[in-house]
């Protein structure tokens, strides 16, 4: 089953601007994940925010949580063509590493 | 450091036959993960490994799906027989999860192995 559910399920935008996508999951969890994916390729880990953060930045991202709501939010500032790809959030639930993804954002950066 | 590899990348078979994948995690990195990734999904948990025991099989289809991780490392994934419905991204994870509270929560993907069953 899938723990967290990405919206929008597609977002389409102009190079330079910024891009949100947001995850809402179901139960506690121990700390969230945001992943992506390039077409026919693995996924690569971005940021990992833990249930006691409420935001996080590295480089052009930045993740917010909010516990109360089961939310996150990941924004990508100056979006790039090279940010086109899927992005997932992973949630693992009270410490037990297993962790479950989402259903994903697909991202297209127009140049 | 070399990444998580898996093989074989591509594999085409025809309904009820068996396939196997293999994965080579990083050196180092207790914990290994199986997931199942159908185009356009996100991907799905099988089974989690910590060294050689399983930690979690629950969405594993037992009637058809085995998995191993002989002596802690290299896991193979099997399917056999195989259903239409198998078609998919086998994708290969490891995590560094050594004391609790010492995990770095990062997983590192193998490129994955595509399945088509015809």
């Known amino acids: 089953s899938q723990q967290g559910e990405e919206d929008p399920q597609a977002l389409s935008i102009q190079e330079g601007e910024n891009a949100t996508m947001n995850c809402s999951y179901k139960t506690s969890i121990n700390n969230l994940q945001w992943y992506r994916q390039n077409s026919g390729r693995g996924l690569v880990h971005l940021i990992l925010?833990?249930?006691?953060?409420r935001e996080k930045h590295s480089g052009r991202l930045r993740v917010t949580l909010d516990t109360s709501k089961k939310s996150s939010s990941l924004l990508i500032t100056a979006s790039r063509a090279a940010d086109t790809a899927s992005y997932f959030c992973?949630?693992?639930?009270?410490?037990?590493?297993?962790?479950?993804f989402g259903t994903g954002t697909r991202l297209k950066v127009l140049a | 450091e070399a990444g998580v590899a898996q093989s074989p990348r591509y594999k085409i078979i025809e309904k009820r036959q068996s396939v196997a994948f293999w994965c080579n995690p990083i050196?180092?990195?207790?914990?290994l993960y199986w997931y199942q990734q159908i185009l356009g999904q996100g991907p799905k948990l099988l089974i989690q490994f910590q060294n050689n025991g399983v930690v979690d099989d629950s969405q594993l289809p037992k009637d058809r799906f085995s998995a191993e991780r002989l002596k802690g490392v290299d896991s193979t994934l099997k399917i056999q027989p195989a259903k239409l419905e198998d078609s998919a991204v086998y994708l290969c994870a490891s995590s560094f999860t050594n004391l609790p509270g010492q995990n770095t929560g990062e997983l590192f993907f193998g490129e994955g192995s595509r399945l088509t069953v015809l």
């Open positions: 992973a949630t693992d639930r009270g410490g037990t590493y297993k962790y479950i």
């Open positions: 925010i833990r249930s006691n953060e």
């Open positions: 050196s180092g990195h207790a914990t």
